[in-house]
């Protein structure tokens, strides 16, 4: 079966075509090589809450398995994805958003500025990456080995769902 992605850039200059979207295309490279993935949905929106949330929702319920953010994740005033993707999520798997924080540290100690989340809704697992390519290409380095076998245990496939 082959895992149907959905990206959503997060990025107020993105959205109105005054800057290219490098990191979404980072993340439909990666997955469809490493993962043997379709992107199913790819949007660029404004740092809206209410719109990533609308997004975040809309690819639920078109049953995408991985949805991947990137942007929005920092400090600035601007910046509410994880705001918006907890307001959209039942449960949250703080070991992703760990792991990628911790890979991030090797490389600056700005990686613990990220406030990306990542969390269950439904049937989809829903992934805050950051905003840059470099740390896209770092986290999803960090968290692709693991996403077949959570996917398998939110979709209840698999002889090991449900055990640790």
């Given amino acids: 079966m082959k895992v149907l992605v959905g990206i959503l850039t997060v990025s107020d200059k993105g959205s109105k075509g005054e800057r290219i979207d490098e990191s979404g295309g980072v993340i439909k490279k990666i997955v469809e090589e490493k993962l043997e993935a379709r992107v199913k949905k790819y949007e660029v929106v404004p740092d809206e809450k209410g719109t990533i949330i609308k997004k975040l929702k809309e690819m639920v ?7 991947f953010t ?25 070991g992703i958003e760990e792991a990628m924080r911790m890979k991030g540290l090797e490389k600056t100690p700005h990686s613990m500025l990220s406030r990306g989340v990542a969390g269950i809704k439904e049937k989809s697992l829903i992934i805050n990456l950051p905003g840059s390519p470099k740390a896209v290409r770092e986290s999803l380095e960090v968290v692709l080995p693991v996403i077949p076998h959570a996917l398998d245990i939110i979709a209840g496939r698999g002889e090991e769902c449900g055990r640790q």
């Fill in 70 to 94: 990137t942007g929005g994740t920092g400090l600035s005033p601007r910046d509410v994805t994880p705001e918006a993707t907890r307001e959209v999520i039942d449960k949250e798997v703080p």
């Fill in 61 to 67: 319920n078109e049953r995408i398995d991985l949805i």
